[in-house]
């Protein structure tokens, strides 16, 4: 199996020591340990970091404009311009639809269509209360016109709804093939992550008018909702397209460790709360049935203790030359960027890298300039850039 020849390859207290007792997330303000051009040494690439702006209220998801300035969501519920040199706009773009901001919900993800530079569509997932008063996660397109989105549209809404403000995702990303995957996480009921019929707990796959592709896995199903792309999935927080091969990675919360690191397969399960190599908050008590059942997958990678990853990508520039082909992942409890290498199917090492340095980590991105940005999860957070040092 993979994961034995990948224990197999660890080092000394590397992430797949089993230890119990993890505290769930905090939400404190990170330290600002960091100082701007201080240099870092990784195995492979010396590096520093340049603040491009700070000011931002719990920044989200972050998406590149063809100008090289930035969008940014802050969770509260503000989409936010800043400039290709860090200047950020004091007015929030405007026309966004009725977001609810309370728990781990607001505005979370924003994406640009593919033919961006000809339509100025952009998606931004979210929370807002359903007709029933309860809170669920929703996909929305406008076109960027200036200052605001015209011709806002609501393309998805999640039948996932709970009373809980945990657990709503919610990560985007188009494929080569233009098709848009949302990530939709169990919403604080473990159980509907094994119903076909909820969207909870789900990786879902549509097209960008949020209608259903025909040869989605569960089309045509009568006991299953003909979004859903694959299930068992606890709360997806980062999602990447892997360079070489163009299939959908993704990573998911686990509780208390059991963080994974999955390649997603059309139909598949991937087992929570069935299986999983977390354990109960608090207690520390086993979950489900165990780490493995045939028919349900096995993750590429997975952390015990808990890192809590948020946002994900592969490095595929020249920038930063020794990390060319790596898999960058950010962590909100651990406050690290972890570097991974990797094949096409298969995770072989871990670096954690700025453990502690700025905060609580929740995107990662490569700009067309060829760096790796960075969101920190703060009341005042900003965007950080990775530059090589001599």
């Avoid at 060319?324 to 890298?353: C, H, K, M, W, Y």
């Amino acid at each position: 199996m993979v994961l034995s020849r990948l224990r197999a390859l660890l080092p000394v207290g590397a992430v797949l020591a089993v230890v119990t007792g993890c505290a769930p997330l905090g939400t404190g303000t990170p330290a600002w340990a960091a100082e701007p051009g201080e240099v870092f040494e990784s195995a492979v690439q010396r590096f520093r970091l340049h603040l491009v702006t700070d000011g931002l209220e719990r920044p989200w998801g972050l998406a590149f404009l063809p100008d090289g300035s930035m969008l940014v969501t802050e969770r509260v519920g503000r989409l936010r311009r800043v400039a290709a040199d860090g200047t950020l706009d004091p007015r929030p773009v405007g026309g966004l639809p009725e977001i609810w901001a309370k728990g781990q919900g607001g505005l979370l993800d924003v994406a640009l269509d593919p033919d961006f530079a000809t339509n100025r569509l952009v998606y931004l997932s979210y929370s807002a209360l359903g007709e029933d008063g309860l809170p669920g996660t929703r996909v929305a397109r406008g076109r960027l016109a200036g200052d605001r989105l015209e011709e806002v549209e609501v393309i998805f809404v999640s039948n996932g709804r709970t009373s809980t403000g945990r657990h709503f995702g919610s990560r985007l990303l188009f494929d080569r093939e233009g098709y848009l995957y949302v990530t939709s996480g169990d919403r604080g009921r473990r159980e509907l992550a094994q119903d076909l019929r909820s969207h909870a707990g789900k990786v879902l796959r549509i097209l960008p008018d949020g209608s259903v592709p025909p040869d989605n896995p569960f089309v045509g199903r009568e006991d299953a909702l003909p979004e859903i792309y694959t299930w068992g999935n606890r709360n997806p927080q980062g999602m990447a397209l892997h360079p070489v091969t163009g299939e959908v990675w993704i990573h998911e919360h686990g509780p208390q460790g059991g963080d994974e690191i999955n390649l997603l397969k059309p139909g598949a399960n991937y087992g929570w709360p069935v299986i999983t190599y977390g354990r109960e908050y608090g207690t520390g008590l086993p979950i489900g049935e165990g780490t493995a059942k045939e028919g349900m997958e096995q993750p590429l990678w997975y952390w015990v203790p808990s890192i809590a990853p948020s946002g994900m990508a592969f490095y595929t520039g020249d920038r930063l030359p020794g990390w060319t082909g790596d898999l960058f992942v950010g962590a909100l409890r651990a406050q690290t960027l972890v570097r991974l290498e990797v094949t096409e199917d298969a995770v072989i090492s871990e670096e954690r890298l700025l453990e502690g340095r700025i905060g609580r980590i929740r995107d990662v991105r490569q700009g067309p300039d060829g760096y790796l940005y960075l969101l920190n999860d703060a009341t005042d957070g900003g965007i950080w850039r990775l530059e090589p040092a001599p």
